[in-house]
């Protein structure tokens, strides 16, 4: 058994420790939730232990090479450029920061930008559940934790909510078919990654609205109304007051 | 000329500037989808690399029973119990039909494994936020395409020389676990971590490149251009089908990608992607055919299109029809 170094096994020790520092320092630094629904992160810390444990077998195969294994790392064709996009996703990882999806990604209408003022795709039905108290409330404040649960039930039943008081914040989104008198307040709803973070929110209508740009932060207050949107019936804000938010939440999303 | 060059000077830049303002967004897209089908990635590839070295396929072989179809839905459940991914059971397959296990039921074990399993229910549910109902349709919808294939396929190929490929090329993947009594315990634990680091490896590459080209899509493909194609119930289907091949993501995570084009694209279509994804793609064709003959091949590929492809389409027309789920 001849001893020599195993460069194959060194790039991927090299790619292993990447992906297991960025994901720890996600997590320690409370970012991962920015990419992943937290219910995923028990899953999340378990890979972080097997990539570890990947780690550990690949560094010591760095020096000493077990020449009788065929599947061997040395032993047969691993191309340089099987690596490419390990390391294209590292380059991605560390040399750029941790941002919310941002209007960029609605001006350039991707895939990803799909409004939703009632519902959000494949939304459980136990998340549309226990929000009972919520409808006897004539003030209601929409914050991170109520926010997909209270625009939910107020779909589902529009004429219990018509009259009442909501403060809502979130940013400007607006599509071609609103009035300039109309606009959406919107979060970035995330059911699993962010990759199916869709826009999510309420409709609100006032004769200033047109001032305000795409991607703005507003709090907005104002009495729940039901109107008709792209020929369905959906609440609308009548708005009252608006204010702007300097400083948006570092975490922009809301989760179901 | 002149024109002709700064025209395309300007939309090179154009293309440029627009990836590049976007750059921020493809991130967070990409490594979310990654990062969030690490976990069944890694749990796809110990398992593997744990049946690779502790089952035999004396012992799978044992487990079925010999009447044919009745062998055939048995193979069909044998993920149930061992969740292998549709790269590690191409060279499984090759062993057991040539230690004498009809070319049919081995077709049913190498269609049916890869997503009917647990890992692949799980990571299903979990990308449909919880949804069993489309865990339970894929899984259900892959074990009637399965079973039509493997009979049909029986019907067409009864010599098992015909099936197979005529050269002994199977014997350099049956070559690794030659004499299995004679290995340690320990030197099969560390031939598993072995094998587990070499698949993962080999996974990933198509996994990070599966997200790099979704993400791409999802990005910077304007919405308006490609949702015509997404809510039409045919074309829809035929365009999933053939990102299904193209992208070879495990059938651990590729729900988590289908998942992100659920809003775009029909449910059929959405469907076809993940019960023809895991049976044919990309990579698994290149390891057929160091089985299976170039006639089986051209055969299984026709039956799994047609089938998935007419799964797809009727799905589609059904919840047109006003049907809800």
Known sequence: MKIHFNKDAFTRSFILAGFVYFIYTMMESHQLAMYVHPRFFPLIQASIVLLCILLVVQFLQIFSCHTHHAACGCSHHNHTWMFVPFLIALFLAFAFSTTSLDAKIVDNKGLNTRLNLN????????????????????????????FINVITRMNNKREDYIGKQVKITGFVYREPTMKPSQLAIVRYALVCCSADAAPFGLLSENIDLYKFKANTWLTITGTIAAEKYKGTEIPVIKVTSVETVDTPPQNQYVYP | ??????????????????????????????????????????????????????????????????????????????????????????????????????????????????????????????????????????????????????????????????????????????????????????????????????????????????????????????YNSISSIGQDPLSSVIAMMAFAFGLSVCSTSDAFIASSFASTFTFGSILSFMVLGPMLDMKNMIMFFKVFSPRLIVTLVVLAVFFCGVTGIVMNYLLLGGMVL
């Open chain 1, 119 to 146: 519902n959000i795709p494949m939304l459980s039905p136990q998340s549309k559940q226990d929000g009972s108290s919520i409808d006897s409330l004539n003030y209601i404040e929409l914050n991170e934790t109520n």
């Open chain 2, 1 to 222: 000329m002149n024109d002709y060059q700064s025209l395309a000077t300007v939309s090179f830049y154009d293309l440029f500037s627009i990836f590049f303002s976007n750059i921020e967004n493809f991130r967070m897209i990409f490594l979310g989808i990654v990062i969030e089908a690490l976990p069944f990635i890694l749990i796809g590839v110990f398992v593997s690399a744990v049946i690779n070295n502790f089952v035999s396929e004396d012992f799978i072989r044992r487990l079925l029973p010999k009447n044919k179809l009745a062998g055939i839905i048995a193979a069909c459940f044998v993920g149930v119990f061992f969740p292998i991914c549709e790269c590690g059971i191409v060279p499984i397959t090759g062993r057991l039909i040539k230690k004498g296990l009809p070319v049919p039921t081995a077709i049913a074990l190498m269609l049916a494994a890869p997503v009917i399993n647990p890992v692949v229910a799980f990571s299903t549910a979990s990308a449909f936020n919880g949804s069993w109902i489309i865990a339970g349709m894929r899984l259900s919808l892959a074990f009637v395409i399965t079973i039509l294939i493997s009979l049909v396929i029986g019907r067409l190929f009864s010599n098992k020389h015909i099936a197979m490929t005529k050269q002994s090329d199977t014997a350099d993947l049956i070559a690794e676990t030659d004499n299995e009594e004679d290995i340690t315990i320990a030197r099969k634990l560390s031939n598993t971590l072995v094998d587990s680091c070499n698949e993962f490896f080999d996974m990933g590459k198509y996994l990070l490149t599966g997200a790099l080209l979704s993400t791409f899509v999802q990005t910077f493909v304007p």
